[in-house]
């Protein structure tokens, strides 16, 4: 029952921030924590994504980005150097 109750949640907080202004999504999610605001900017499509990281302050904007890269490329070392 969690684990359906836990996909309802998401799927539906993943409708809500689609729905939302840019500029009004990007205040929101650069108040909850970063891999929360990832997680959903991740299921959005890659427009609004853009849209909305670019409404942020630009270091949360880029650290949101590293932790979706980091997400969609685990096995890069941290460190390219």
């Known amino acids: 029952k969690r684990e359906e109750f836990m996909r309802v949640a998401e799927s539906q907080l993943?409708?809500?921030?689609?729905?939302?202004?840019?500029d009004a999504a990007a205040q929101q999610l650069e108040i909850v924590r970063p891999e929360v605001a990832a997680a959903i900017v991740m299921k959005l499509s890659p427009r609004l994504a853009s849209q909305i990281l670019n409404e942020m302050d630009t270091k949360k904007a880029?650290?949101?980005?590293?932790?979706?890269?980091?997400?969609?490329?685990?096995?890069?070392?941290?460190?390219p150097t």
């Open 62 to 79: 880029a650290g949101l980005a590293g932790i979706i890269a980091s997400a969609a490329a685990p096995d890069l070392p941290k460190d």
């Open 14 to 22: 993943v409708e809500i921030y689609k729905n939302m202004r840019p």
